[in-house]
């Protein structure tokens, strides 16, 4: 299994450039999760998806959408990039309520 | 607001000697984990906590829970230099609600 996999590993965009990172899971999960990670601020939570077809904004949504398009496939889109989201985005996922989560590996994301 | 406190938030210890790691949680939960991060790479799990006095043990990592007191500790023993990595807590509300995490602590083991 690959587990959670990540693309791109890492992008440079320029302010106002939108994009879109992918995450996909080979677990067969019903939840995935999207954070991100700044330097002294630990994990911070994006979007989540508790099952397929839901999705809820968590504590820093703005700038932000996410599209569940199956069970295994969660993606970011940055409609337009600005430098404040310059930072690593990590995808999860996990099975039930007391399961731990697996990470993707990570996207860097350098807003210019 | 589920808060989670972590510290300390940066940690040199020398091998062979102990510490301790404390998460501290601002409201009721039902499950408690530990996570591994080595610079530059992804989120490691080490711990599931689900249960008050749960212990659990790898190597020269434990793990406890005490959810009347809202803690959780992870205790080093006898530091070696592999250990050296960010340790987080993540503590999750009631429900299937998404983990919170605590800041971090950075481990360092020098010689």
């Known amino acids: 299994n690959a587990g959670v996999t990540q693309t791109p590993k890492f992008q440079v965009l320029k302010t106002g450039q939108s994009m879109t990172l992918q995450c996909a899971q080979d677990?067969?999960?019903?939840?995935m999760y999207w954070y991100r990670q700044d330097p002294g601020m630990g994990l911070r939570l994006i979007y989540y998806?508790?099952?397929?077809?839901?999705?809820d904004k968590g504590e820093v949504p703005n700038g932000y959408n996410v599209s569940r398009l199956n069970k295994r496939e969660f993606s970011l889109r940055l409609e337009s990039a600005a430098p404040s989201q310059t930072s690593v985005y990590f995808c999860?996922?996990?099975?039930?309520?007391?399961?731990?989560?697996?990470f993707g590996p990570g996207t860097r994301l350098l807003v210019l | 607001e589920l808060k989670v406190e972590q510290n300390p938030l940066f940690l040199s210890m020398q091998e062979g000697k102990n510490y301790t790691i404390y998460c501290n949680y601002s409201?009721?939960?039902?499950?408690l984990y530990w996570y591994r991060q080595d610079p530059g790479k992804s989120l490691e799990s080490l711990f599931v906590?689900?249960?008050?006095?749960a212990v659990k043990q790898e190597g020269r990592l434990m793990a406890s829970l005490d959810t009347k007191a809202r803690l959780s500790t992870l205790h080093i023993t006898a530091a070696v230099h592999d250990l050296s990595a960010t340790y987080f807590c993540?503590?999750?509300?009631?429900?299937?609600?998404?983990?919170?995490f605590g800041k971090g602590t950075r481990l360092s083991v020098i010689a």
């Open positions: 999860a996922s996990k099975e039930g309520t007391f399961e731990t989560q697996y």
């Open positions: 677990m067969n999960h019903n939840s």
């Open positions: 998806s508790a099952s397929e077809g839901t999705t």
């Open positions: 409201t009721t939960s039902d499950r």
């Open positions: 906590l689900l249960s008050n006095g």
């Open positions: 993540a503590v999750g509300p009631s429900g299937n609600t998404p983990l919170v």
